[in-house]
């Protein structure tokens, strides 16, 4: 079993897993039954990492969306998708490995399936440069879902990014147009989109494989328009208030899901879907497929019309000062 990584606030859930380990060791190495206390330890950590999941604040949960072994994009394709045939470039400067993509079946039904990928050690974090996606990234995804829209196929795209990458030669190769471009053509685009958002959801970065029909997001990710830290870096001129931007921003899926901005909150294992891949992925699937469901049989003007009012509805408010007059 892989060595777990733990969070700060999970330090008592680390000190107690630690003991149920030595504890394993030492019944393995000798012929002494203690077996059942190693049983009431794990479920007093079980317990226990319910207590803690069960009021974390937002920047707890933004840690959690940021967890190193949190399931990517692949991982939950290859637990929900079949026959997924993953295709690369996009045919004007070369193949962004932050982004991933390819045709695939979900419950039988051919699709195009899409999303954001960071690495899990040195050398691929390296490759998939954290998920931060330059222009060809976007342009990829946007050849992809119109060769979806081509074949009239589904598109779902799964959000996984701390944003769009700012270096310079991103920016020298349009990196706000790919954004902008991937937007308008998504809120046009002629089959069903639906999308999650599995862990960071950030900015522009995110907004780029995100105008969707249907939106779920996983009970601990996070969806902004900017980081808590840099948004600790503009309002306080340091990121040491990252702590008080996150609760300010309203990030968390709870806080989405009333807004409007998510459909659906899928919930995640005891403790985050770090802990249990296929878990998670079984709650995914089965949102995924009500999702699909409920705009699979809409005519296109249908489709396009409830999805721009869906557009049109973000940002609304009601003028209580102005009602009362």
């Given amino acids: 079993m892989a060595k ?18 030595e504890l394993r060791y030492v019944q393995n190495e000798s012929a002494v039954d203690i077996s059942a206390e190693i049983d009431q330890l794990s479920k007093k950590s079980q317990q226990l990492v319910k207590d803690i999941y069960s009021s974390l604040t937002p920047w707890q949960i933004t840690k959690i969306a940021r967890h190193a072994e949190r399931p990517y994009t692949l991982d939950y394709i290859s637990e929900i ?7 690369h470039g996009d045919r004007h400067f070369a193949d962004d490995l932050s982004i991933v993509g390819g045709l695939a079946r979900f419950n039988g039904v051919p699709c195009m399936v899409l999303g954001q990928q960071k690495g899990r050690d040195t050398k691929e974090r390296g490759l998939r440069n954290f998920g931060m996606s330059k222009p060809e990234g976007y342009r ?26 700012p270096g310079i030669d991103a920016e020298e190769r349009g990196q706000s147009e790919a954004i902008g471009r991937n937007i308008f053509e998504m809120a046009q685009l002629e089959v069903p989109i639906i999308t999650t958002i599995i862990g960071e959801g950030g900015s522009g970065g995110a907004l780029a494989i995100s105008v969707a029909d ?15 830290e840099g948004c600790a870096s503009i309002l306080w001129k340091t990121s040491d208030k990252a702590q008080e931007a996150a609760d300010a921003l309203g990030i968390t899926a709870l806080r989405l899901k009333a807004l409007g901005l998510v459909d659906k909150i899928v919930n995640e294992p005891v403790g985050g879907a770090h802990r249990d891949y296929k878990q998670a992925a079984v709650f995914l699937k089965r949102a995924l497929g009500d999702a699909y469901r409920q705009v699979s049989d809409l005519k296109v003007k249908d ?19 102005a009602n009362a007059k």
């Fill in 214 to 228: 249907q939106v779920v997001m996983m009970q601990y990710a996070i969806y902004s328009v900017i980081s808590p």
């Fill in 303 to 321: 489709l396009l019309d409830r999805r721009y009012d869906r557009l049109q509805s973000y940002g609304r408010f009601t003028d209580t000062k």
């Fill in 81 to 87: 998708f079949t026959h997924f045939v993953e295709l």
């Fill in 4 to 21: 777990r990584t733990f969070l700060d606030f999970e330090a008592p859930v680390a000190e107690l897993e630690g003991k149920i380990e």
């Fill in 140 to 165: 990829k995804a946007l050849r992809l879902m119109k060769l979806a829209e081509k074949f009239g196929l589904p598109v779902f795209t799964f959000v996984d990014t701390p944003g769009a990458y």
